[in-house]
């Protein structure tokens, strides 16, 4: 559980650029057993939102939005080895962002989550095109594909992207976070019903806990 005040630190930190704030803050957490999904969602999800509210109504400059962005990628990489280093079952999932999606943090986030449920993982990061995504199914066969869609003009990528893979591969499972979604979710589920959406990537850490009880 992470409490207001250390939220409000963080996120000072974040806003001030500086890192060993953020740092210090995370340890504290880590040294109290916080679970690292609540710090994902609870710390740099919240407070890169704060960070978009405050861009969007102009009392942050793109350059202190950037600099928060660095920040939180800088401590994902830092905590990167106690993600890698869970044990492996023989699974295996591709993260993407969808063409021309540039917010790739939540993708992250989310291929992380696959890894500390066992699974392997190949991120491919932000803006993949679809015949790439298309391609490297071809070569790994992944068992899941998780796409990840923010920003809303990127719909019919995704669609695209979500047909091509049905078409070509009629049984892979795939799966869809981002908060785009929110406008979506009701007209992809009724389109496409084998999807699963997530919000969250705590939905996607109790999903996949789920999954692995019931197989
Ligand atoms: C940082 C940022 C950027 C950076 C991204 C850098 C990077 N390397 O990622 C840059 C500067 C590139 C950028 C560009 C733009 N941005 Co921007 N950006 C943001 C900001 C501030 C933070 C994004 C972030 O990292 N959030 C934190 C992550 C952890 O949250 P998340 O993405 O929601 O992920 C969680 C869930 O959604 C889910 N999830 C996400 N993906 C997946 C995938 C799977 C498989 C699963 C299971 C789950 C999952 O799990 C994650 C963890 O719980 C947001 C504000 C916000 N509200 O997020 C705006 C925001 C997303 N951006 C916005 C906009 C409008 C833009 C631009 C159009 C601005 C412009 N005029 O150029 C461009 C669009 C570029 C493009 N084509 O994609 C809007 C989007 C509105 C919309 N929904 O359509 C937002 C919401 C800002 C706002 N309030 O208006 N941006």
Redesign the pocket.
């Known amino acids: 559980m992470i409490k207001e005040v250390q939220f409000l630190e963080y996120t000072n930190g974040l806003l001030d650029g500086d890192k060993d704030k953020c740092i210090e803050v995370v340890e504290y957490l880590l040294s109290q057993n916080v679970d690292i999904k609540d710090i994902?969602?609870d710390l740099?999800?919240r407070s890169?939102?704060h960070?978009?509210?405050m861009?969007?109504q102009g009392r942050l400059s793109?350059a202190d939005?950037?600099l928060?962005?660095e920040i939180?990628?800088s401590l994902m990489n830092r905590y990167a080895p106690k993600i890698a280093s869970t044990k492996k079952i023989n699974k295996t999932a591709l993260?993407s962002?969808v063409d021309?999606?540039?917010?790739?943090?939540?993708?992250r986030?989310?291929a992380d989550?696959f890894e500390l449920n066992g699974w392997h993982t190949y991120f491919l990061g932000?803006?993949t095109p679809t015949r790439e995504i298309l391609k490297f199914i071809d070569i790994k066969r992944p068992d899941v594909v998780?796409?990840?869609?923010?920003?809303?003009?990127?719909i019919h990528r995704l669609y695209e992207v979500i047909d091509h893979i049905r078409k070509d591969y009629p049984n892979q499972q795939i799966?869809?976070?981002?908060?785009?979604?929110?406008?979506e979710k009701e007209k992809l589920l009724d389109e496409y019903k084998y999807l699963k959406l997530?919000?969250?990537?705590?939905?996607?850490d109790s999903y996949l806990k789920e999954e692995s009880k019931a197989n």
Not at 100 to 107: D, L, P, T, Y
Not at 146 to 153: A, I, P, T, V
Not at 198 to 203: A, Q, R
């Open positions: 994902y969602v740099f999800q890169m939102y960070v978009g509210k861009w969007e793109i939005e950037h928060g962005t939180t990628k993260v962002c021309k999606e540039f917010h790739e943090i939540g993708a986030m989310a989550v932000a803006c998780g796409l990840s869609f923010n920003f809303y003009l990127n799966i869809v976070g981002g908060q785009a979604l929110v406008r997530f919000s969250t990537v705590k939905e996607l």
